[in-house]
């Protein structure tokens, strides 16, 4: 049982910054108030309607960004 424990205590710390940064990008590539809609259509007018970023053709540029980060 205590090693249960121990194997969590160490492996929490790995698993924490991989968390935070997916719930960062999901929450960055939301459609309705995610940041790279709100910069792209409501700040810089480039795009006609906030685009749906997880799914679709867009998701592809999604994999690639985050990737490349």
Same mark, same amino acid.
């Not at 935070?20 to 995610?34: E, H, L, P, S, Y």
């Given at each position: 049982? =205590?090693? =249960?424990?121990?194997?969590?205590?160490?492996?929490?710390? !790995?698993?924490?910054?991989? !968390?935070?940064?997916?719930? /960062?990008?999901? +929450?960055? +590539?939301?459609?309705?108030?995610?940041?790279?809609?709100?910069?792209?259509?409501?700040?810089?007018?480039?795009?006609?309607?906030?685009?749906?970023?997880?799914? =679709?053709?867009?998701?592809? !540029? /999604?994999?690639?960004?985050?990737?490349?980060?």
């Amino acid at each position: 049982r =205590g090693r =249960g424990v121990l194997r969590a205590i160490f492996l929490v710390p !790995y698993a924490l910054p991989v !968390y935070a940064a997916v719930i /960062t990008w999901a +929450f960055m +590539f939301q459609r309705d108030n995610g940041l790279i809609n709100h910069v792209l259509h409501d700040q810089l007018g480039i795009t006609d309607e906030p685009s749906f970023w997880l799914i =679709g053709d867009n998701s592809i !540029y /999604t994999l690639i960004i985050v990737s490349v980060w």
